[in-house]
């Protein structure tokens, strides 16, 4: 009976994972057809979620412990990425006002990014299967699920999704991680033609967005 409990908890948990990523993957691909409040449902999924584990800041990556441990343990990493963007934007674009505020932007849409994706796709990955780097990879693998059909973005999500889990499990801090992704993000960003990158949109936008860097060529 009591094999029987754990084998089914791993199966819901490993069920919680790959519903989140499907919805998210069918949301970005069939948006243009769904109605317009139709991103509740991944949404509802994750409130749901999270009540019913009781999460709490610090289960969720969120507490200012781990925040505080995270930059001290990372903090030249963080400051060599934050030096090496600055230098790259302003030798490609002109550092103005206007890209950092866009960058903090983007920073805070990836700290959305790595609460949903370490707690809903790699936490629940962990509990049915374990910590591993199998896990983490599987966890990396739904992560670039999300970015298809993008070339540069698929191979990109891929390696950082798996580095990220184990960073995690280092030091769960989603604030911080996030940070990490959006000065990395940024980094490929401006090291990659636009052309190809499709200004890094997924699904049906890139193809919409290669659409329309093409036109302007010709």
């Known amino acids: 009976m009591q094999w029987a409990e754990v084998n089914w ?24 057809l769904w109605w317009s409040w139709s991103l509740l449902i991944p949404l509802a999924l994750v409130v749901v979620s999270f009540v ?18 995270a930059v001290i343990a990372w903090r030249w990493w963080l400051a060599s990425c934050a030096a090496s963007l600055i230098a790259l934007t302003w030798f490609e674009t002109a ?10 932007g983007y920073a805070c849409w990836c700290v959305f990014q790595q609460l949903l994706f370490q707690n809903m796709a790699y936490r629940r990955l962990r509990d049915g299967l374990g910590a591993s780097w199998k896990t ?8 670039p699920a999300a970015h298809v059909p993008n070339p540069i973005l698929v191979p990109a999500t891929f390696l950082w999704g798996t580095v990220s889990t184990r960073l995690f499990e280092a030091r ?13 993000s940024a ?3 401006v090291l ?22 093409l036109a302007r060529l010709f």
């Open 52 to 69: 019913w584990h009781s999460e709490s800041f610090e289960s969720l990556g969120l507490s200012l412990r781990a925040f505080a441990g």
């Open 136 to 143: 983490s990879s599987i966890a990396g693998a739904m992560f």
């Open 95 to 104: 550092t103005t006002i206007h890209v950092i505020y866009r960058w903090c």
């Open 192 to 213: 990659t033609p636009v052309a190809l990158n499709g200004q890094f949109r997924v699904g049906p936008g890139y193809w919409a967005a290669v659409h329309l860097n």
């Open 9 to 32: 908890n791993g199966a819901r948990h490993l069920a919680e994972a790959f519903a989140f990523s499907f919805l998210v993957v069918a949301y970005i691909w069939l948006r243009p």
């Open 187 to 189: 980094m490929l960003y």
């Open 172 to 184: 769960p801090s989603v604030p911080v991680l996030g940070v990490t992704q959006a000065l990395l």
